[in-house]
């Protein structure tokens, strides 16, 4: 017997056998007791959900921006003028970028990582953002386009709907989200404090995190 199926037999002993009603993963799911708080705070209204979502976001060093429809494209335009290359999702709305003098660069399945590499900035929506911990959820969807889009580039700027993308706590989101889509879940730019335990952000992920909130004022 090798390591590995001592080990294996270990786990099989310690864990029960299911019931019988319990025999498919699906109605193993389903007995698990989920008798946690959802939310913290039941009287939490849009509006202050929304400021919790922005003070964490910026506690995890994002750069937070408020705007309406009216104001986006001018906000984005300011956000990218810096940029010389923007890499676009394919479903993302024309207007957003209607202000930018930047070359905007489609999603392509084509790309590789180096082209990737040389674009400036993304910008991307998003599938949902959970206030309590301050993270924006992705889900690879039209207006998001694929995950390498928001991981290679040094600047990502992601638009967030307010009221309608945003959830107090992780079990709401959850529901909200499919599991077998491809989620990635960001909490500010991308850092790493392995070495020394000093701080260096833009090693696994963009450098800049600018998160627009729409519709929240």
Do not use: F
């Amino acid at each position: 017997m090798t390591t590995r199926d001592r080990i294996l037999a270990r786990i099989r002993r310690a864990v029960p056998a299911p019931a019988p009603d319990e025999a498919t993963p699906e109605a193993a799911l389903a007995a698990i007791p989920r008798d946690y708080l959802r939310v913290h705070d039941a009287t939490w209204t849009p509006a202050r959900t929304a400021d919790l979502l922005a003070a964490n976001l910026t506690e995890y060093r994002a750069k937070v921006h408020r705007t309406d429809e009216a104001g986006l494209p001018p906000l984005l335009a300011r956000l990218l003028s810096g940029s010389r290359t923007v890499l676009i999702p394919p479903a993302l709305p024309p207007h957003w970028l209607s202000g930018t003098s930047a070359t905007l660069v489609p999603d392509q399945e084509s790309s590789n990582a180096h082209d990737l590499d040389g674009v400036d900035s993304t910008v991307t929506g998003c599938a949902l953002a959970i206030a309590e911990t301050g993270t924006i959820v992705l889900d690879g969807g039209p207006d998001q386009g694929r995950r390498r889009i928001t991981l290679i580039p040094d600047h990502h700027v992601c638009v967030v709907r307010v009221p309608s993308q945003v959830v107090d706590s992780v079990p709401q989101a959850l529901e909200r989200l499919d599991p077998t889509r491809p989620l990635t879940w960001i909490s500010g730019p991308s850092a790493t404090s392995d070495i020394e335990l000093d701080r260096v952000e833009g090693v696994h992920g963009p450098r800049t995190l600018d998160v627009i909130l729409l519709g929240a004022q």
